[in-house]
């Protein structure tokens, strides 16, 4: 079975701090990770290799420091990595992302199955995973919490749900995203760690996929972002008291004066 | 300070530090309150590759030696010395494997132990048998492919729970102390049992056990060395793993200073906090004076180990010697920088002192260290 793995190195923090005046994430001076969720989507990866064999290629689009995170994810199990990166993905939004993602996952090549976390902690859209199957045309399933079943041609899937979860059936080749219940990450392994550190990543640039400058990076992002701010804490709820016709007076009078009814 | 290790040897201690401290020290008050052998962080540590360090790569280890494993013992121990000496004692049960054991032997036992799979144990003491080791009574007699164990032996760490037990015997108590041989024992073989597990000070989550032997049928190819070697075999042993006590002593040290230094800017009386007092900063000082001292000790024995160095008894016996009583002071004075609080159980230093008090004993205790060296210094001198 081949198995990619999509991941993203994310800043140390869940305080992630925001400059007001570009609307962007500041990045300097914080330490990087792997996204957390994308731990899982490793995890997951290397656990199915060693059920059914195969091979694990993670892949992330990031400055060339997200070696770092591809290196880690060897450390963990994974066979092999692919850094897309060029100055040209710059500024590349939900959209942009997917597709240079995509373009990365054809020059691999062949694949049963591509893993991503739900979604990542800076900017948690939890879009990156669907996009990219929709520019390979492939099925995906998100919010994973259980691979049932797997075989080279279907896959039976337990999808989180608000309350409880669902039972899908997809075939192969398809995406998932996984969500944090599906495993429990391993820590890194002496010999991974000497892997990681010998491991030959691969680099492909714009060139090496051969898209149009155009077609990725700020110029291939529609998404404008207007403000990010933190929304204002949910206040703690009132509690009306008195006999029920009371009750229902004050709530009706409450509804009216809020503009909710 | 800068011991100038190798790549991999930062490796292996980041990599122990991380299990510490995501692993061990949020279950190591629990696991000592309950007795519980620690074998979920076992796991983790086979699974990291942290069980065949010191055993050669051909079988199934990493290559490394006595300073690899020091490294690993360090950080567990900097977290919970119990379980540091249920990795480490499956140390001292394989050394007499590693050192004195044929091929086919240490094909047949290294590999699971250097996976992880199966943990070893060591079996010299006896309840008339301690610092005198030469007193066992434990009797080994030939009986055509076999030896037929006899005896009991007490406080074995990792008894009921390691596979492999390297146990020694004797084969012929009127040559005394050249009359003891060692064997390798498995758990199963018939005649093979074990008595109830102690109650103790410290290491508390680690087992220690009897090794109870009636009749028990041991294989001709599971003697190591030769008949007679018994005492060599414990001897040459305890120099390589003695280090690793050190290192146990100086990682639960180590793990005292962290806890009394954050707590010192913490509490405030006075109107100030404690570590502005001139008493505690000089506590501290001496605390972490002893503790690089006894590093740097330790480190450089476990080196000269590792070197292939004839004869390290005296290094070795200094090294645990000096830690071991490093560490009971400085766990001491943790507790007083704590005051009350170092004193409850909520508060890690607590067991930390306790956990302290086995280094002292253990594989010979600094009494016994102390006339290793000296022995060895008259014969030196004698000998110029
Ligand atoms: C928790 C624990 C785990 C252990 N694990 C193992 C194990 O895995 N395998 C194993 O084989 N053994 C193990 N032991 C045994 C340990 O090595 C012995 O306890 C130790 O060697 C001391 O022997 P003893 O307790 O009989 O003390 P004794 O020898 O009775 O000593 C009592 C006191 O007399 C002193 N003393 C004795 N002789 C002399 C002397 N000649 N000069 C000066 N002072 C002397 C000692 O220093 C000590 O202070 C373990 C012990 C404990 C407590």
């Known amino acids: 079975m081949k198995i990619i793995v999509c991941i993203k190195q994310v800043p140390a923090t869940t305080q992630v701090k925001i400059n007001p005046e570009t609307n962007t994430l500041v990045r300097e001076g914080v330490e990087s990770i792997i996204n957390p969720y994308d731990a899982y989507a490793i995890e997951e990866g290397v656990r199915l290799r060693e059920r059914c064999g195969g091979t694990v290629t993670v892949l992330t689009m990031g400055p060339p420091q997200a070696e770092t995170a591809l290196r880690e994810a060897i450390s963990l199990g994974a066979d092999e990595a ?25 020059k691999i090549g062949d694949f049963d199955l591509i893993v991503c976390g739900k979604q990542a902690i800076d900017g948690d859209t939890a879009q990156v995973g669907p996009g990219i199957a929709e520019f390979l045309d492939i099925p995906f399933v998100a919010y994973i919490r259980k691979i049932e079943e797997i075989d080279d041609s279907l896959l039976r899937v337990e999808r989180l749900m608000d309350e409880g979860y669902e039972v899908i059936e997809s075939k192969l080749p398809a995406l998932i995203t996984v969500v944090k219940e599906i495993n429990e990450p391993r820590l890194p392994s002496l010999r991974g760690k000497l892997n990681a550190k010998k491991a030959e990543i691969t680099s492909w640039n714009l060139k090496d996929l051969g898209v149009t400058e155009d077609s990725v990076g ?14 204002p804490p949910r206040g703690s709820g009132e509690t009306l008291t008195g006999s029920t016709p009371e009750i229902v007076d004050k709530l009706v009078a409450q509804l009216k004066q809020d503009r909710v009814v | 300070m800068d011991y100038f290790l190798t790549e991999e040897q930062q490796m292996i201690r980041d990599l122990a530090r991380q299990i510490a401290q995501e692993k061990i020290v949020p279950v190591r008050a629990e696991l000592d309150e309950k007795e519980e052998f620690p074998w979920e962080i076992m796991k983790v540590l086979a699974e990291s590759d942290m069980c065949g360090l010191y055993i050669p790569e051909v079988y199934g280890g990493m290559g490394g030696g006595c300073f690899e494993l020091c490294l690993a013992t360090e950080e567990i121990s900097r977290a919970c010395g119990g379980v540091a000496v249920c990795y480490a004692a499956s140390g001292l049960g394989t050394y007499p494997i590693l050192l004195f054991g044929n091929e086919a032997q240490k094909q047949k036992y290294l590999p699971d132990i250097a996976s992880g799979k199966k943990l070893a144990a060591f079996g010299l003491t006896e309840s008339e048998a301690g610092s005198d080791a030469g007193g066992i009574q434990t009797t080994a007699v030939a009986d055509g492919d076999h030896y037929v164990l006899n005896g009991t032996k007490q406080w074995i760490t990792n008894g009921g729970e390691a596979d492999t037990y390297t146990v020694v015997a004797m084969t012929d108590k009127v040559k005394g102390s050249r009359g003891a041989s060692t064997f390798i024992v498995e758990k199963g073989w018939e005649g093979f049992s074990f008595g109830k597990k102690e109650k103790k000070m410290g290491i508390r989550c680690s087992s220690t056990t009897e090794l109870i032997f009636r009749n028990c049928r041991v294989p001709k190819e599971n003697l190591l060395a030769r008949e007679g070697m018994g005492f060599i075999v414990a001897m040459k042993t305890l120099d390589c793993t003695r280090p690793g006590i050190g290192a146990q002593a100086v990682g639960i040290a180590q793990g005292a200073l962290d806890e009394a230094l954050s707590y010192a800017r913490r509490r405030v009386q006075f109107g100030k906090p404690i570590s502005s007092f001139q008493a505690i900063q000089h506590m501290l000082a001496d605390m972490a004076t002893q503790i690089e001292a006894a590093r740097a000790l330790v480190y450089a024995t476990a ?59 253990y594989e010979g205790t600094n009494q016994i260290q102390r006339n290793v060296i000296a022995l060895q210094l008259i014969k030196e001198s004698a000998s110029k």
């Open chain 1, 218 to 231: 700020l110029p291939a992002s529609p998404t404008k972002v207007v403000k990010i701010f933190t929304p």
């Open chain 1, 82 to 106: 692919v850094l897309l990166s060029d100055r040209a993905f710059a500024g590349s939004d939900t959209w942009a992302t997917s597709y240079t993602l995509a373009q990365g996952i054809k």
């Open chain 2, 303 to 361: 080196r000269h180990v590792d070197s292939g160095a004839r004869n390290v008894s005296k290094v070795s016996a200094m090294c645990k010697l000096f830690a071991a009583d490093m560490c009971m002071k400085v766990t001491t004075d943790a507790v007083q920088i704590l005051g009350g609080y170092g004193y409850m159980r909520e508060y890690p230093v607590e067991k930390m002192m306790r956990d302290a008090k086995i280094t002292q004993i």
